[in-house]
């Protein structure tokens, strides 16, 4: 694991920080090879791939429905309750999110803008390492509220054949009726592409490992996608008032998602950073072999000489989960440009937000929130803008409009407004 000041860091250190959209060339092959088998073989390829990749032989791609109804009775009471906690929370905050259709009228003129959601979503919910009945919540619940009327969930199956009950119930709960046990790649061909069980669908959403996300970028020409979500990151600003062993354990919180994931803290208390990393280095003696691998590959504790130059590399690094646990917490959010989520104080674990304070946990890595957002009901919704001019509104503008036309060169422009024009005067 690094330890630097930041003001010390090297290009190369920068650039490994800075810098996490990597080459998977032979990765990108392997998706490559995967797409284009279940885009020519349609079902047959995702039953080869599922006992090829999962060593799981599937006697049927789609789960039945009485499987998902009986599935929230497998589960322990306080889970099933958790899941309905978890459901409501994310459904109060996105509920807020669902815009309204809108119009205005001036000098002749009605502009407006309509809102329309999405024919059809393709959700990837991430299993394998575990099941992850929270991503479930996370991509349905905001699609049923845009009114999304087919939403169809992909997640990979256990040894058993469906995939987990967890996941299932969350399903359920969710009101998703179409779940298919496919996972990786394959299951992000077959919702682009179409195959005989599986129609495709209009835009595909959710996290997952590399093979998954480059699968999204490789298919985003004939489906729209959310936005680049691969390994978990988080990178924590903290100052003297931070306590080591909390801030340790969520790095490792995120650490233990992927031995690919990415745990930073950048702290202007040389002493938290010291005995933060004496608590990492505690904590990795009981913490899965996965988290101790991303730790040593991308984790980094660093010293700054104030919060602005945390800040600062903060705003460059644009992580997925930013932590911010300072005595002015809310001030240095004021500073905040490029971060997929917030976490504000010593009460606020990326941890609450991955589960069941409401807010998305579907968002953008590797420095993508710079120009992205993570998941909303914006995401399932399309923008249409509609416009009616009367006799006034066509003559207010017209001018303007047959000038611009003609200078582009586009006589046909200019005409189809003059002979409205004319027309009105004939009239």
Same mark, same amino acid.
């Given at each position: 694991?690094?330890?630097?000041?930041?003001?010390?860091?090297?290009?190369?250190?920068?650039?490994?920080?800075?810098?996490?959209?990597?080459?998977?060339?032979?990765?990108?092959?392997?998706?490559? #090879?995967?797409?284009?088998?279940?885009?020519?073989? &349609?079902?047959?390829?995702?039953?080869?791939?599922?006992?090829?990749?999962?060593?799981?032989?599937?006697?049927?791609?789609?789960?039945?429905?009485?499987?998902?109804?009986?599935?929230? &009775?497998?589960?322990?009471?306080?889970?099933?309750?958790?899941?309905?906690?978890?459901?409501?929370?994310?459904?109060?905050?996105?509920?807020? #999110?669902?815009?309204?259709?809108?119009?205005?009228?001036?000098?002749?003129?009605?502009?407006?803008?309509?809102?329309?959601?999405?024919?059809?979503?393709?959700?990837?919910?991430?299993?394998?390492?575990? *099941?992850?009945?929270?991503?479930?919540?996370?991509?349905?619940?905001?699609?049923?509220?845009?009114?999304?009327?087919?939403?169809?969930?992909?997640?990979?199956?256990?040894?058993?054949?469906?995939?987990?009950?967890?996941?299932?119930?969350?399903?359920?709960?969710?009101?998703?009726?179409?779940?298919?046990?496919?996972?990786?790649?394959?299951?992000?061909?077959?919702?682009?592409?179409?195959?005989?069980?599986?129609?495709?669908?209009?835009?595909?959403?959710?996290?997952?490992?590399?093979?998954?996300?480059?699968?999204?970028?490789?298919?985003?020409?004939?489906?729209?996608?959310?936005?680049?979500?691969?390994?978990?990151?988080?990178?924590?600003?903290?100052?003297?008032?931070?306590?080591?062993?909390?801030?340790?354990?969520?790095?490792?919180? #995120?650490?233990?998602?992927?031995?690919?994931?990415?745990?930073?803290?950048?702290?202007?208390?040389?002493?938290?950073?010291?005995?933060?990393?004496?608590?990492?280095?505690?904590?990795?003696?009981?913490?899965?072999?996965?988290?101790?691998?991303?730790?040593?590959?991308?984790?980094?504790?660093?010293?700054?000489?104030?919060?602005?130059?945390?800040?600062?590399?903060?705003?460059?690094?644009?992580?997925?989960?930013?932590?911010?646990?300072?005595?002015?917490?809310?001030?240095?959010?004021?500073?905040?440009?490029?971060?997929?989520?917030?976490?504000? &104080?010593?009460?606020?674990?990326?941890?609450? &937000?991955?589960?069941? *304070?409401?807010?998305?946990?579907?968002?953008?890595?590797?420095?993508?929130?710079?120009?992205?957002?993570?998941?909303?009901?914006?995401?399932?919704?399309?923008?249409?803008?509609?416009?009616?001019?009367?006799?006034?509104?066509?003559?207010?503008?017209?001018?303007?409009?047959?000038?611009?036309?003609?200078?582009?060169?586009?006589?046909?422009?200019?005409?189809?407004?003059?002979?409205?024009?004319?027309?009105?005067?004939?009239?």
């Amino acid at each position: 694991m690094l330890f630097a000041e930041l003001a010390e860091l090297s290009r190369e250190q920068k650039e490994r920080l800075l810098n996490r959209r990597r080459s998977h060339a032979e990765a990108e092959a392997a998706v490559r #090879q995967i797409l284009e088998r279940v885009r020519r073989r &349609g079902d047959e390829a995702l039953l080869e791939l599922t006992s090829e990749l999962d060593g799981v032989e599937l006697e049927e791609i789609r789960v039945p429905e009485e499987v998902l109804e009986e599935a929230p &009775g497998t589960l322990q009471p306080e889970v099933l309750e958790a899941l309905e906690v978890a459901r409501a929370a994310i459904e109060d905050f996105h509920r807020k #999110q669902v815009p309204e259709d809108w119009s205005c009228s001036s000098a002749g003129a009605t502009l407006g803008m309509l809102h329309r959601p999405l024919d059809s979503v393709g959700c990837y919910v991430p299993g394998g390492r575990a *099941s992850y009945p929270s991503t479930v919540l996370m991509c349905a619940v905001p699609a049923a509220l845009a009114g999304v009327p087919r939403i169809a969930v992909c997640t990979p199956p256990g040894r058993h054949g469906y995939p987990a009950p967890l996941t299932l119930a969350a399903c359920r709960l969710a009101g998703v009726h179409e779940v298919y046990s496919i996972g990786g790649a394959q299951a992000v061909a077959a919702l682009a592409y179409g195959t005989e069980s599986i129609r495709r669908v209009e835009k595909i959403v959710g996290p997952g490992n590399i093979y998954v996300t480059l699968a999204k970028q490789l298919v985003s020409g004939e489906v729209a996608t959310d936005m680049p979500a691969g390994p978990s990151e988080v990178l924590i600003i903290a100052d003297a008032s931070a306590e080591p062993e909390l801030v340790a354990l969520d790095m490792l919180a #995120q650490a233990e998602h992927d031995p690919l994931a990415v745990c930073v803290l950048v702290s202007t208390s040389r002493e938290v950073a010291e005995s933060t990393l004496r608590a990492l280095q505690e904590a990795c003696k009981h913490a899965p072999g996965s988290a101790k691998e991303a730790l040593e590959a991308g984790g980094a504790v660093l010293v700054a000489r104030s919060i602005e130059e945390a800040v600062s590399f903060a705003n460059r690094f644009a992580p997925e989960h930013l932590q911010i646990i300072t005595q002015q917490d809310e001030q240095v959010l004021r500073m905040i440009r490029n971060a997929g989520s917030v976490f504000l &104080g010593r009460y606020s674990p990326v941890a609450c &937000g991955d589960y069941a *304070s409401g807010t998305n946990h579907v968002l953008p890595t590797s420095g993508y929130a710079r120009a992205y957002s993570g998941l909303s009901v914006h995401d399932f919704l399309k923008r249409i803008t509609y416009q009616k001019l009367d006799p006034e509104g066509l003559e207010r503008i017209a001018r303007a409009a047959i000038t611009l036309a003609r200078a582009e060169g586009l006589e046909m422009h200019a005409r189809s407004i003059e002979a409205r024009l004319e027309r009105r005067y004939h009239d």
